[in-house]
């Protein structure tokens, strides 16, 4: 009983019930530009997959990451929040905190070799010219299973997983390392190969771009210009490269911090309540990559608004009012009731948008309805000699 009662007030938030509610509702759009963020780009990367180069593939995993947290954590973290304390047990806190930790260091792992290949392309081009899509395979591979290892440690007895200090969602329990020597073990080792080196690989990375680009610009278009048919081609993919990794760090930074702090040092003097501001940086994280790509690269606004388009034009033809219109239509008369009481009838035409040009079978007055229209509006095409001021 002892033993169910302390589970039962681990659970409990610890911090004030207006933290959670705040919390809880700045998951929620979190959550929400999360999914229509990534799940855009997904979309816009598959429309134009043909013509997709190697390093943004990394760009494409970094989503497919991304949405994994968003799926895994928030539909428990958000319920959790607003009840001011975790609803799912002992077993759905495990699985969170693993998910936690497999998609969080699987993007951080992402960035990393993504910033390795950047550099690779501009420092050393007779090296990353040669880089496929069968390079860019086998390194994301590779990223899934060196996220896999830390992330599985816990289940296996190295480290261990438990609830935040805030109480109302789960990962590595940062306290364990004040009384055991495995945990003490699994956290150094995490903040060095997780979280020190690649943040060290991401800095001299960019740092050697910064360098290679500002001695030698010549150079740097001689061996960019040729395979790309454009000059600013792969600068581009490395600034938003750049804005990502820069935001995604900015994002983890706290958190990490605060970690660190709990796990050296006496954890009850860290406030509860830092440790849920961290955390609230650290799943924003999820926001950047697409916000960034999806406003910042021409190609993908372009397939996007392309794909609006698109998207616009079916809706319009599918629509029984608009697009779908019975073939006999465009030889159903129209009726126009003039100031002298009197009837005239006219033709009708489709016009397909708002450039179309009306077609009729007679030199009479015609009526063209605009289905193209977003407004559905109905004018008056090749009006004869007859004033305007007839028609009511």
Request: glycine share 6%; net charge positive; with cysteine.
């Amino acid at each position: 009983m002892g033993n169910a009662s302390d589970a039962t007030a681990v659970f409990i938030s610890t911090i004030s019930k207006e933290y959670d509610v705040v919390m809880g509702s700045l998951y929620i759009v979190f959550c929400v530009l999360s999914l229509l963020g990534n799940g855009i780009l997904l979309l816009v990367a598959h429309h134009k997959r043909s013509s997709l180069k190697p390093p943004e593939f990394f760009i494409i995993n970094l989503s497919i990451s991304d949405l994994g947290m968003t799926l895994s954590l928030f539909p428990l973290a958000i319920p959790s929040a607003f009840s001011h304390r975790w609803l799912f047990g002992e077993l759905a806190c495990q699985l969170y905190a693993m998910c936690g930790v497999l998609f969080g260091l699987c993007s951080l792992t992402n960035l990393t070799a993504l910033s390795f290949v950047c550099c690779l392309k501009v420092c050393f081009p007779n090296h990353g010219n040669k880089f496929s899509w069968a390079h860019a395979r086998l390194l994301v591979a590779g990223v899934w299973c060196y996220a896999s290892v830390f992330a599985v440690g816990p289940l296996a007895q190295w480290g261990r997983y438990g609830t935040e200090p805030y109480g109302t969602a789960c990962c590595i329990d940062w306290r364990a390392p004040n009384h055991e020597l495995s945990a003490l073990s699994y956290i150094v080792c995490l903040f060095v190969f997780c979280y020190v080196l690649p943040c060290t690989i991401i800095f001299l990375s960019y740092s050697s771009i910064l360098l290679t680009v500002r001695g030698s610009r010549q150079a740097v278009q001689q061996h960019v210009s040729p395979q790309t048919k454009s000059v600013s081609a792969h600068s581009l993919i490395v600034k938003l490269s750049v804005a990502v990794c820069i935001g995604f760090l900015v994002a983890w930074t706290p958190y990490a911090s605060v970690a660190m702090w709990a796990a050296f040092s006496d954890a009850t003097r860290v406030p509860p309540s830092a440790f849920a501001t961290a955390a609230l940086f650290a799943k924003s994280s999820t926001v950047y990559n697409p916000a960034v790509y999806l406003l910042c690269k021409p190609n993908f606004r372009q397939c996007l608004y392309s794909d609006t388009v698109t998207l616009r034009q079916r809706i319009y033809r599918s629509s029984p009012r608009l697009g779908s219109a019975p073939q006999h239509n465009k030889d159903t008369g129209i009726s126009t009731r003039f100031s002298n009481g009197q009837e005239d009838t006219f033709e009708a035409c489709l016009c397909i948008d708002n450039h179309a040009r009306c077609h009729v079978s007679t030199a009479q007055r015609t009526a063209c309805i605009l289905t193209g229209s977003v407004h559905r509006e109905v004018t008056l095409c090749q009006l004869v000699a007859t004033p305007l001021a007839d028609f009511l």
